[in-house]
C-alpha cells in the first residue's frame, strides 16, 4: 500500500519535526567536523557511570527506608511499574532541598524525558480549539513540535535579554480575549533558554506571575539549565516564587546525570476538582494520560537515577557541581574564542550574546542563515553549527546561527571557532576579523 503523505496527519509536513533529524544526519556525513550542532552533555561524565552500583543503591532504599522485601524489591525494577514512578519521593525531596520547591510526591509524575512531560501536559490542558499557547519566540522545539502534534494553536512572543516580553504577552492575551479566545498556558525556560540564552531577572519572574494570575492562564516552567549558574548567582525558579500554584513545573535528569536514562518529571500540584470526584492534584490526570502514552517509566532507569540521587543525598546541587563547573569553562572558552577570533560586533553585522550560563550563544550574521549555508560551513570548513530559524516561529531567526559547547573540550572549541572564522570570512562578504584564521 502507498500513502499519500498529504493524507497524514499535517504536522508531519512541518519542518520543525525534521530539523533534529537533519542535523544528525550532517553530523554523520561530516564526523571529522568540529561540531557546536548538539545541545548534549560532555561525554566525560559517562566514564565514571556505575550503573550497578547506583541500581544497588537504590534497592537498599527500597527494603531499607520504604520497607520492601529484597525479592518484592528487586521484581519492582523488572516489572510494568506505576505510571507516575518509583521515585518521586526522591524527587520531590530534592526539589525541596535545593530549590525551595515544596512539592508533595502525589504532585510528582516520572516521565519518559522532559519530552513526554511536555506533551502530557499539552494533552491535558488543551481541550478546547479556542485555546493557545503561549511560548518564548525563539523557543525549544520540543514544546512547538508537541503544540503541533496535538493541533495546539501558537502565540509567539519576543524574548528580551531578560525574558519574555511582559508587555507584548499581555497584549497577546488581550488581543485572543478580544478573538473570542485566551491564552491557556504560556511555556518559558527562565534560566538560559535554549536556544536564546535568556535569563529572567528576579523581578520578571515575579511580575510574570501576577501577569499569569490576572489574565488567568498557566506559566509552564522548564528548568533544563538552570543548574548551570554561577553558585553565588543562583535565582528562584518561578515554582518557587509561585503561591498560587500557577506553575506547572518541569525537569529532566539527562544534564544532570545522562540523557540516555530518558528520565524527566513534572511537578503539577494544581488542584482539579469536579462533582462527585472530590479535588485530586493535577498530577493524577497526567498519569492517567501516561498510562495511555507509555504506561510508564523504565523502573530500571529511575533506579539508576534514584541510585544517583541518594549518593548525593538527594541533591541535585552536588550531584551537578562538577557538570556545572565544566560548562560554565566551556561557555567561557566559547565566548571568549570568539572574542579574540571575531572582535565584538564587527562592523560586517557580526555580534553574539553572552550568556552567564547555558549550553548556548546566539550570532548574528549579515547573510541568511539556512541549511545550505550549514552544508557549506561543514563541507568546505569542517565547522558544523545549528540555523537559529529552526527554533523561531517566523523569520526573526533567519540571520542567526546558535552554537553550542557543552560536548566539547576546550581544544576543539578554540579549533572551531577557528574554523568559524574562516568560514564568515570568505561566506559573508569578508569583515576585518581581529585576529588571522
Not at 23 to 49: I, K, Q, T, W
Not at 317 to 338: F, P, W
Request: hydrophobic share 40%.
Amino acid at each position: 500500500m502507498r500513502l499519500d503523505h498529504s493524507t497524514l496527519h499535517g504536522s508531519l509536513q512541518d519542518p520543525v519535526l525534521g530539523s533534529i533529524g537533519f542535523l544528525n544526519v550532517v553530523m554523520s556525513r561530516y564526523p571529522d567536523a568540529v561540531s557546536f550542532a548538539p545541545g548534549a552533555p560532555h561525554p566525560v561524565f559517562f566514564e565514571e557511570l556505575d550503573t550497578n552500583r547506583y541500581t544497588g543503591r537504590f534497592l537498599r532504599y527500597l527494603v531499607e527506608e520504604e520497607g520492601h522485601k529484597p525479592e518484592k524489591a528487586r521484581r519492582m525494577l523488572y516489572e510494568y511499574g506505576p505510571s507516575r514512578g518509583l521515585i518521586t519521593r526522591l524527587v520531590a525531596d530534592a526539589l525541596r532541598r535545593d530549590q525551595g520547591i515544596a512539592a508533595d510526591e502525589n504532585a510528582v509524575v516520572v516521565t519518559v524525558g522532559a519530552q513526554e512531560a511536555m506533551f502530557l501536559v499539552l494533552r491535558a490542558l488543551f481541550r478546547s480549539p479556542e485555546d493557545v499557547l503561549a511560548v518564548a519566540n525563539p523557543s525549544y522545539v520540543g514544546i512547538t513540535g508537541a503544540a503541533r502534534l496535538l493541533d495546539i494553536d501558537l502565540v509567539a512572543v519576543d524574548e528580551t535579554p531578560h525574558g519574555i516580553d511582559l508587555d507584548a504577552l499581555e497584549a497577546e492575551c488581550q488581543a485572543a480575549r478580544r478573538a473570542g479566545r485566551r491564552v491557556r498556558a504560556c511555556y518559558v525556560a527562565p534560566d538560559f533558554s535554549n536556544p536564546g540564552g535568556s535569563r529572567m531577572t528576579l523581578d520578571i519572574r515575579r511580575r510574570l506571575l501576577r501577569l499569569a494570575e490576572l489574565e488567568d492562564f498557566l506559566v509552564v516552567e522548564d528548568n533544563a539549565y538552570g543548574f548551570t549558574a554561577a553558585a553565588d548567582a543562583a535565582r528562584p525558579s518561578l515554582k518557587a516564587l509561585d503561591r498560587d500554584r500557577r506553575v506547572v513545573y518541569i525537569g529532566t535528569f539527562a544534564k544532570v546525570c545522562f540523557p540516555g536514562a530518558r528520565v524527566g518529571y513534572v511537578v503539577a500540584d494544581q488542584v482539579v476538582g469536579s462533582p462527585g470526584a472530590g479535588d485530586r492534584p493535577f498530577a493524577e490526570e497526567l498519569a492517567a494520560v501516561k498510562n495511555m502514552v507509555t504506561v510508564n517509566t523504565s523502573p530500571l532507569c529511575q533506579a539508576v537515577i534514584g541510585g544517583m540521587l541518594l549518593e548525593h543525598a538527594c541533591s541535585l546541587a552536588d550531584l551537578s557541581r562538577r557538570k556545572a563547573d565544566l560548562y560554565q569553562r566551556n561557555l567561557a572558552c566559547l565566548a571568549d574564542a570568539l572574542d579574540r577570533r571575531l572582535g565584538r560586533e564587527l562592523p560586517g553585522g557580526i555580534a553574539w550574546n553572552r550568556p552567564e550560563g547555558g549550553f548556548f550563544i546566539r550570532v548574528t550574521l549579515p547573510v541568511p542563515v539556512d541549511d545550505a549555508l550549514l552544508e557549506t560551513s561543514a563541507a568546505k570548513y569542517g565547522v558544523l553549527w545549528t540555523p537559529m530559524s529552526h527554533f523561531y516561529l517566523g523569520n526573526a531567526g533567519d540571520f542567526q546561527l546558535r552554537l553550542s559547547c557543552s560536548y566539547l573540550d576546550p581544544e576543539q572549541i578554540e579549533t572551531g571557532v577557528r574554523r568559524l572564522a574562516a568560514f564568515l570570512r570568505h561566506e559573508t562578504g569578508g569583515w576585518n576579523g581581529s585576529a588571522a584564521g
